[in-house]
C-alpha cells in the first residue's frame, strides 16, 4: 500500500479550529457557509444514552460503536443535555446551555475514553480535499483508553507511534486491506485484523474505541464519499455513512446535540445544584 503523504494531526489542533469563527475555512464553498455535515461517534463502551435538545427527549438508547449521521446542520443556538437511558433531564451527565453551532464545516464529533480512561468529547476535522484517480484517504483516530499503537496493513506498519486523541492519515492505493493495530513497537496485536475496503474516491475513517484495561477494545469504521479528483462538484463529502438503525430526522437531532457540546463547553453533571 502505497501513500501518497503521511501526516500526523493532533486533536487539540481541531478544537483549536472549531473554538474560533475561522472554522468555516476547512470546507469548501460561501454557499455552504451556514451550515455544517456533522457525523456522531459514540466510543464510550457500555454508556448508551438519550439525548435531550431544548428540553424535548430526541434520541433514546444511542449506544455504544453507533455512528449518526451525516446531516447538514444549521447554525443555532440549543441546550442539549445527555442522560441514562430512562432518566430525566434533571439527572443529565452531561450538558450545556446556550451552544452555538458554527456553519460551514465537516466534522467528527467522537465521544470517547482518553488515555486514561475518563468520558471526554473531541471534535476532529475530517479533510475532504480531493484525492487523485485511483486513490482513496485512509484516516485512523486513536480514541481509546489503550497506550501508543502502530497501525499496519497487511502486517506492515503505515502509521506509527499513534496516541489518543491523535489522528494519522495518508493518501492511498483504492482496494481492500487487512489491517490491525498492534502495541506500538511490538507485534502484540491489540485489535483486529479487520477487513477494509477503501473506495475510489472516499476517505475511510477508523476509529479505535473501547478500553484495554477492561478489554473492550474495538473499531468503527466512517466513510466519506464524494472526493473524486474529476471536475464538476465540490469536495464537501457525505459527513460519514454507517448505519445505527436511527431514521435520518434523528441524525440530525443527534448530532446537534453532542456538536452543542463544544460550543458552550462540557460539564460533567454528578452533582446538580442549579442551571449555571
Not at 470546507?27 to 451556514?34: D, G, H, I, R
Not at 451525516?70 to 443529565?92: H, Q, R, V
Not at 494519522?168 to 486491506?177: Q, R, T
Not at 453532542?258 to 462540557?266: A, D, Q, S, T, Y
Amino acid at each position: 500500500m502505497q501513500l501518497s503523504y503521511f501526516r500526523r494531526v493532533a486533536a487539540g489542533g481541531a478544537v483549536a479550529a472549531l473554538a474560533f469563527a475561522g472554522v468555516g475555512a476547512f470546507t469548501a464553498t460561501p454557499a455552504y457557509a451556514a451550515t455544517s455535515k456533522v457525523s456522531v461517534v459514540h466510543g464510550i463502551p457500555d454508556t448508551p444514552v438519550d439525548v435531550y435538545v431544548n428540553g424535548e427527549k430526541t434520541l433514546d438508547n444511542f449506544k455504544p460503536g453507533d455512528v449518526a449521521g451525516p446531516l447538514n446542520l444549521e447554525e443555532g443556538d440549543y441546550d442539549i443535555a445527555l442522560t441514562k437511558p430512562g432518566e430525566p433531564i434533571g439527572s443529565a451527565i452531561l450538558k450545556v446551555d446556550n451552544a452555538a453551532v458554527p456553519g460551514g464545516a465537516n466534522i467528527s464529533i467522537a465521544a470517547h475514553l482518553d488515555a486514561a480512561g475518563q468520558p471526554k468529547i473531541t471534535p476532529f476535522v475530517n479533510d475532504v480535499s480531493k484525492v487523485d484517480a485511483g486513490k482513496a484517504r485512509l484516516i485512523v483516530r486513536h480514541t481509546a483508553a489503550a497506550p501508543a499503537v502502530d497501525v499496519r496493513a497487511g502486517g506492515t506498519p503505515v502509521f506509527e507511534d499513534l496516541t489518543n486523541p491523535n489522528e494519522a492519515k495518508g493518501d492511498v492505493d483504492a482496494g481492500n486491506v487487512k489491517a490491525d493495530v498492534v502495541l506500538a513497537g511490538t507485534d502484540t496485536v491489540a485489535i483486529g485484523p479487520a477487513d477494509l475496503n477503501l473506495k475510489e474516491g472516499t476517505a475511510t475513517i477508523v476509529y479505535a474505541i473501547g478500553s484495554a484495561e477492561g478489554k473492550t477494545l474495538d473499531v468503527v469504521a466512517q466513510t466519506i464519499t464524494g472526493l473524486h479528483s474529476s471536475p464538476g462538484g465540490v469536495p464537501s463529502g457525505d459527513g460519514g455513512q454507517a448505519g445505527t438503525g436511527v431514521n435520518t430526522w434523528w441524525y440530525a437531532l443527534t448530532g446537534a446535540g453532542v456538536l452543542l457540546l463544544l460550543g458552550g463547553g462540557v460539564r460533567m453533571a454528578t452533582a446538580r445544584t442549579g442551571r449555571k
